[in-house]
């Protein structure tokens, strides 16, 4: 011991540790720097060995990728707006929002994450309350989304047929930052088209106001509670819950509701079978009715609500889901439940595809600018040829995303005030389940792939990297999985007869005609080939066994999709010429792979039992 003291005393070691200081905020960029003071270098001892080696850490500090204005890092957005919807006004809103993303929001989103909700079903003197504790933030981001007019602006209308393009716009920008709270938006947004849908009368006309209010303390938002024990997409089959009728006009509902998002919200939208003057129901989506239901009395307590628990889910874990029982008011009339919530899906699915193209664009941006702050084998990651191909990769199907996201809100928009041909009232159907499926599996592989490109610290739970990952499996889940809504798309066309294909053929076969620039004329080619290869298909299966267009369903949606993204590439990037190389991009992948998987006799009629088998294949073990 004595030794040691003297060895310190003569090389007077002094321990330093690394010092946070705010930096002085940009226009555009939070961050911090640390300021490290150097500890001194090892000094040899006697026997030539460095003492202290583990005091000595280096003075190397990987520089952490930094969020910038999400706006102005977007040239695509910009160049959208810029011709379309070319508002100064609109422009600066945008801007100035982005600002207080990156200032405040996005530490907020991050305070949602790491602060879940939980629940306090009784209070100290027993009384059941079942109360929802969600974190200080999670309330501001509801402040935040009233002031900013996050679901108002789609009802104000100021832009006209362009508002909603300027609400997901802005939504688009928010999703990433928003700690989830996109979702209860989303849910909210659903509530309020279908009370617009059905007519603002008593007893929702004060709920409506509320639902598109710019007002945080007038500001409701909407739970969407459908899913029961039996059934999730098939609320048809799975609703048990029944609604008994009271003498004063309302109902009283007596079910199990097994999951349901946004339980902190102030009203809901649910379903359940209204049973007659002998208590019975009537099956099948036929007897299912809509029903109101404020969540809280005046004193603010739940009522007729009770949580049985809060799930602990994979990702989404900033927002509170449940499984509860509820009582509730009349809303639409008897048997129309599942009419009613059409309007609704349309909306919420349009919400879930903006949310995955904007945790794509997020997830570009930082891995973007990482790409300039971290070194590897000698050179920055940027100036490694495979990273920015895996990254130009990254970026073409996040701009095919986000273009044919775009062209769906612009639809809605069209519909919403009257301006839609029937086209595009066809388009519309066809569109919305297509695109939410798609960019939902696309928002998985690309932000899982983005995670790559942080190395070892995508994986580490507070850089806050992997919970984009997580929030984005939802995508694909949520208002209906891939193969659910893979089977809606034929069901589309059946129930329109064809017409949605017809005018999906004849909008697509139009973008083509006017991409004319001799350098697109490759691409254009196979998008073209693409497009007649898909119209033969689908005539050639008119003559086949039902079952085979279900085997394709999948894969068809998928064709549907990229044809289409890569048209609106075309439609867009001619007027850009920097941007050509993206498009033809695009086209460099399979576009029909309903086509190729025919071909290889993927929807033969004999494949089920094989594929069955092949899944539930036995141990031939002993």
Not at 49 to 70: C, D, T, V
Not at 244 to 262: C, E, I, M, N, V
Not at 271 to 293: E, I, K
Not at 571 to 580: A, E, K, P, R, V
């Amino acid at each position: 011991m004595m030794a040691v003291n003297r060895q310190v005393a003569r090389h007077s070691y002094r321990v330093c540790t690394g010092l946070y200081r705010p930096l002085s905020r940009s226009s555009s960029v939070s961050t911090v720097q640390k300021v490290l003071v150097r500890p001194p270098q090892d000094v040899p001892g006697a026997e030539g060995q460095a003492e202290f080696s583990r005091a000595g850490i280096g003075g190397f500090f990987q520089e952490r990728p930094m969020l910038k204005n999400p706006f102005l890092e977007d040239a695509l957005l910009q160049g959208y707006l810029r011709r379309h919807l070319p508002s100064e006004v609109l422009y600066s809103d945008l801007h100035v929002f982005g600002e207080r993303l990156v200032r405040e929001v996005d530490g907020w989103g991050r305070e949602c994450e790491v602060t879940p909700p939980r629940l306090v079903t009784y209070d100290p003197w027993g009384c059941r309350v079942d109360r929802i504790v969600t974190s200080p933030a999670w309330q501001r981001m509801k402040d935040l989304s009233a002031q900013e007019g996050l679901v108002a602006i789609g009802y104000e209308r100021s832009y006209g047929e362009w508002s909603r393009v300027y609400q997901m716009c802005k939504l688009y920008l928010y999703s990433p930052s928003s700690g989830l709270y996109t979702c209860p938006l989303a849910m909210t947004d659903g509530a309020a088209k279908v009370i617009q849908s059905l007519g603002v009368s008593w007893p929702v006309a004060d709920a409506f106001s509320r639902l598109t209010s710019r007002d945080p303390e007038h500001f409701w938002t909407s739970g969407q509670w459908m899913t029961e024990r039996r059934g999730g997409s098939d609320v048809g089959n799975g609703t048990e819950t029944v609604a008994l009728p009271q003498s004063d006009g309302t109902y009283r509902l007596s079910g199990f509701k097994w999951f349901t998002s946004a339980t902190d919200a102030d009203m809901t939208l649910t379903l359940a079978r209204v049973t007659d003057v002998d208590g019975q129901t009537t099956s099948g989506s036929r007897g299912l009715s809509m029903f109101y239901a404020a969540v809280r009395d005046e004193q603010g307590m739940v009522q007729g609500i009770e949580v049985q628990r809060l799930k602990d889910k994979l990702g989404t874990r900033q927002m509170p889901t449940a499984e509860l029982l509820l009582d509730g008011l009349p809303l639409s009339e008897e048997g129309r439940g599942v009419a009613c919530i059409a309007n609704m899906l349309t909306v919420s699915r349009i919400h879930n595809s903006v949310s995955a193209v904007a945790g794509m664009r997020r997830v570009l941006q930082l891995a973007r600018d990482y790409a300039t702050r971290r070194s590897a084998f000698g050179k920055l990651l940027r100036d490694h040829p495979l990273h920015m191909q895996t990254l130009a990769r990254m970026e073409v199907e996040t701009r095919g995303a986000f273009l044919l996201v775009m062209e769906v809100c612009r639809l809605i928009g069209r519909e919403e005030t009257g301006h839609a041909s029937q086209l595009e009232t066809h388009l519309l159907r066809l569109l919305t389940p297509v695109a939410k499926l798609y960019t939902g599996k696309q928002a998985i592989a690309v932000i899982s792939e983005g995670l790559e490109s942080f190395g070892g610290q995508g994986y580490i739970e507070d850089t806050g990297l992997p919970a984009m990952l997580r929030d984005a499996q939802v995508l694909s889940i949520w208002e209906g999985t891939t193969n659910v809504l893979s089977l809606d798309v034929l069901r589309c066309v059946s129930r329109s007869s064809g017409l949605v294909l017809q005018a999906y053929f004849t909008h697509t076969q139009s973008l083509l005609a006017a991409a004319s620039l001799p350098s697109l004329s490759v691409a254009v080619r196979s998008v073209d080939s693409a497009l007649s290869g898909l119209r033969e298909f689908l005539q050639a299966a008119a003559l086949k066994p039902p079952g085979f267009m279900e085997l394709a369903a999948r894969d068809l949606a998928y064709s549907l999709a990229r044809i289409y993204m890569g048209t609106t590439h075309f439609l867009f990037d001619i007027f850009y010429s920097t941007s050509l190389r993206r498009a033809r991009k695009w086209c460099e992948q399979d576009l029909c792979a309903v086509v190729s998987k025919a071909a290889i006799g993927s929807y033969n009629m004999k494949t089920p039992p094989l594929d069955a088998a092949l899944v539930y294949e036995e141990s031939t073990r002993d």
